[in-house]
């Protein structure tokens, strides 16, 4: 049985990660959050300490090494993405690994800082990659691998999840903090296309607002319009009328990727992978990061060459915007 602490408790992946944690038969002996909204705890952890101030989580996790020789062995980081480095660099200097949520950092060069702290302490960043556990994914993978070396793929990659006027005040809204929207919600995504396709050749970014993003990536072996989208004013009327907020679609070749079940448990069978030692590390995470930063910084060209359909749908207001 392994000792899990974990930093984000209030968030909304967190429970994820405690169940997890219970179905691997390890203990959550610690957790923190600015927010005590964390309830959720007493489904799985009851017994598990928990700290609104950094400093006592810091203090109890010391004393607990040197008082009763209770060791961290794996931090659980569930937190905004923008203290994501800072505190996989606390868990490694209390002497534990990390595994942290996506993404795992915002830019790229954080990772090669990340990689030497890993050096200096000798303990293992793991990244949560959830898609690449997914069977469908996996056999998607193997069908590619397996097909013929020089067919380059035409892929549609849309997901449209709706988020309320909440969102654009928490930090999920600014952009210095989350990444926006391609960070928020894509990075995933693009992980498991580059996963599965190879190396990323070319970045067009054609629509990129506050509330969606569009654009074309060339892989060594596919072509991918993409569209992701937090309003749900453009989800598609059908979806809207099962009672429906969210919308995920990629097809290959025009033919759809059944892959809507399974989620429940990815995160279980990540952790599994990772206490074997064979989860994914920073280096692993790399491309996606590279990806969405670019999507990040990248001016958009507008509707020109390879466009996603629904980049052609008409754009709004930020909901905050006053009207004249």
């Excluded at 928990?50 to 009763?68: A, M, S, W």
């Excluded at 097809?251 to 989860?279: A, Q, V």
Aim: proline content about 3%; charged content about 30%; some cysteine.
């Amino acid at each position: 049985m392994k000792n899990f602490t974990l930093i984000g408790a209030s968030g909304y992946i967190a429970p994820r990660h405690m169940k997890a944690i219970k179905e691997t038969n390890n203990r959550l002996i610690a957790a923190l959050d600015n927010f005590d909204s964390v309830g959720v705890m007493d489904s799985f952890f009851p017994e598990a300490d928990f700290f609104v101030e950094f400093e006592r989580f810091d203090r109890h996790i010391e004393k607990l090494r040197y008082e009763r020789d209770v060791r961290v062995d794996y931090t659980s980081i569930c937190t905004p993405n923008y203290l994501h480095d800072a505190h996989i660099r606390m868990a490694l200097r209390r002497d534990s690994d990390a595994i942290c949520e996506k993404p795992l950092v915002l830019n790229p060069w954080n990772i090669e800082k990340l990689a030497h702290v890993e050096k200096e302490t000798g303990r293992k960043i793991w990244n949560i990659l959830q898609l690449r556990v997914h069977p469908s994914i996996i056999a998607l993978k193997e069908k590619i691998a397996s097909g013929p070396k020089d067919k380059i793929y035409d892929v549609d990659l849309t997901y449209l999840t709706s988020r309320g006027h909440w969102y654009y005040t928490s930090w999920k809204g600014e952009v210095s903090k989350s990444g926006g929207i391609a960070t928020n919600i894509g990075v995933h995504f693009y992980d498991m296309l580059a996963w599965v396709f190879g190396e990323v050749k070319n970045n067009i970014v054609h629509v990129h607002t506050h509330d969606r993003a569009a654009g074309y990536l060339e892989f060594e072996r596919a072509r991918v319009r993409w569209f992701l989208s937090i309003n749900y004013n453009v989800i598609p009327e059908e979806v809207k009328a099962k009672g429906q907020r969210t919308y995920r679609s990629i097809t290959i070749e025009g033919d759809e990727l059944e892959f809507s079940g399974g989620f429940t448990d990815l995160h279980t069978k990540s952790y599994e992978e990772i206490l074997k030692g064979n989860g994914y590390g920073i280096k692993d995470a790399q491309q996606a990061i590279e990806i969405v930063h670019d999507i990040r910084h990248l001016e958009p060209q507008g509707l020109k060459g390879e466009f996603h359909p629904f980049a052609k749908r008409k754009l709004e207001k930020h909901p905050f915007e006053k009207t004249k």
